[in-house]
């Protein structure tokens, strides 16, 4: 089975079908964030779920008050998304607000260098949020595989890791997948190379190398 998951960062609907069609037999899911949902409308997400037959990650970051975070999750999940992703430091009741809804994802640790600012000070209470409210899974960053390390051994067993940073950010896949993560999602490497079914295919078995047979 494939634990990788493809960022579709791109606006237009046609290329997002496009790479998406290419990419999809080495893929576990795609998570679609707002620039695809701005550029092609909230209606690109069930036609990827139709396209590929892919779990759908709706990358919202949802970081509103409870009302507000389960009226966008409704409307996300009806559109046909699987899991939407959630920032915790709202509080536990904004991110149950989009629970009572549909799988969720809380992001507790962020990959980009600004995150050592103010999110990941407070890492070790959005993990123990987690461990409180047992979402499907938790973000951490593949650009820190000591964090990633880190948050494993603190979070409960049964929530997975999925760590964006790998490939434009500078992560490495398998060494990741060794911190303790569960999935990996990679945007740029696959979507601007020149052939993203084969970037998609050289990291699916970058990540598979010595698991086969």
């Known amino acids: 089975m494939s634990r990788l998951i493809l960022a579709l960062d791109v606006y237009e609907r046609e290329k997002a079908l496009k790479i998406a069609r290419e990419t999809g037999d080495f893929l576990w899911g795609i998570k679609v964030n707002w620039p695809l949902i701005l550029g092609s409308g909230i209606d690109i997400v069930g036609e990827l779920k139709e396209e ?55 992001v507790v640790e962020m990959s980009h260098p600004g995150a050592g600012e103010f999110i990941q000070p407070v890492t070790d209470r959005l993990i123990e949020l987690a461990n409180e409210l047992e979402p499907f899974g938790v973000i951490a960053p593949a650009t820190r595989p000591e964090r990633v390390r880190y948050i494993r051994k603190k979070l409960r067993r049964n929530i997975k890791i999925l760590t964006p940073g790998v490939g434009a950010q500078g992560g490495k896949a398998k060494e990741v997948l060794k911190a303790g993560a569960d999935y990996i999602i990679v945007g740029r490497a696959i979507y601007n190379s020149g052939n993203p079914r084969k970037a998609a295919e050289n990291l699916w078995r970058e990540m598979n190398a010595g698991t086969e047979g």
């Open 52 to 106: 590929t037959g892919l779990p759908i990650i709706a990358d919202l970051k949802l970081a509103d008050i409870p009302n507000t975070n389960r009226l966008i999750a409704g409307r996300v999940f009806e559109a046909g998304a699987d899991y939407i992703i959630a920032h915790g430091f709202p509080g536990s009741d904004s991110v149950k607000a989009v629970m009572e809804l549909g799988e969720t994802i809380i």
